[in-house]
């Protein structure tokens, strides 16, 4: 790996050891898009992430450079102005993490010198952008002595997410980043934040992430239109019944009132929303007893739901995924995400790995005319400090 240190150092012109800190990407292993429709998921954090070096500065000035956006050079900004400005790119991120850590009442005395590298790879899906927020978040915190809970770091996280860079996600990436676990997922329900840890006991199989090398940008795809769907789906339903929330819902109580949804297209939305959440609970449930095989049939027909129901795929999810359903050794595969792109997900027997990425990628490049990327990355803990000798 690349001396983080001695890139700081050169970078900012100073011989200070830097304090380093990580947060990790994170996978859904399924509940996909039923976060912010007050539903559970299911997700685990990863090892890959991103990582921050700082050290406190002497004035009010923040400096930011990204081994990822080099070209950008280094971003600067003060205390006093921390509004968003496009012509700030990523640094957004870490900008509107400092924000609203000081509207919370948190006292940073000065500025701060800090660079980022992450090996998620960009617009996957595998949230590289609550990564830097939950990174920038322990690090301030490092930095300064705060002592900031954790839920409301994540709190925070999702905060810029939805205020400063305008997408109406829910909680659970900065969740997973900033409560994950080794080795456990973690199963949330969106509405109460109650969690719940489950070991990820695969015996002899692993999981491997499949990246379409198609990127996608969330503020600028139909996430908020789906959004804006399930909200006018609730909207419809909440004038029969009591509920807050899609996520509330049994698949029989959908079932009895679908028929107060007028609009055809924010039924299905709500469908997925509803038996997503359900089939989220079962998993959980599936793990707990070591039951990889209906875990399994539970991920492929989660696919199958974001596919017809809630459109989120696109030909290059489809194609991996369908592809990882035909070769030997795999007990399920899904796109995981906000889809549009980024990755997929699939658990397979280790003994079959090779001939899984051989034969995806021919029937991929058949396809679309470019190879995928294949990931094998274990299950870690939440955002830290690093100390010496704990470089992952």
Known sequence: MVNLTKLFQKTFNTSDVPRKFFAPGRINLIGEHTDYNGGHVFPASISLGTYALGRKRTDNTFRF??????????????LD??????????????????????????????????LFYGNIPNGAGLSSSASIELATGVLLEGLFHLEIDSIEMIQIGQKVENKYIGVNSGIMDQFAIGMGKKDNAILLDCQTLNYQYAPIALQDHIIIIINTNKQRTLAGSKYNERFTECKEALAELQKSLPIQSLGELSTKQFEDNKHAITNKIHQKRARHAV?????????????????????????????????????????????IVHAAWEQEGVIGARMTGAGFGGCAIAIIHQDFVDN?????????????????????????????????????
Not at 383 to 390: S, Y
């Open 356 to 392: 899984f990425k051989l034969n995806v990628n021919q029937i991929y490049q058949n396809i679309i005319g470019y190879d995928a990327t294949f990931y094998l990355a274990s299950i870690a803990d939440g955002a830290k400090e690093i100390m010496e000798g704990e470089i992952l």
């Open 81 to 114: 102005e921390l509004s968003f400005q496009q012509k700030h790119a990523w640094a957004n991120y870490p900008k509107g993490m400092i924000q609203y850590i000081v509207d919370q009442g948190y006292a940073l005395d000065s500025g701060a010198d800090i």
């Open 65 to 78: 450079y990204s081994l990822n956006f080099s070209e950008n050079g280094i971003i600067e900004c003060t």
């Open 275 to 319: 038996y997503e959440n359900a089939r989220t609970l079962r998993a959980f449930e599936d793990l707990h007893k070591g039951n990889l095989t209906a875990f399994g049939a539970l991920m492929n027909e989660s696919h199958r739901s974001l596919q017809n129901d809630y459109e989120v795929t696109g030909l290059e999810l489809d194609t």
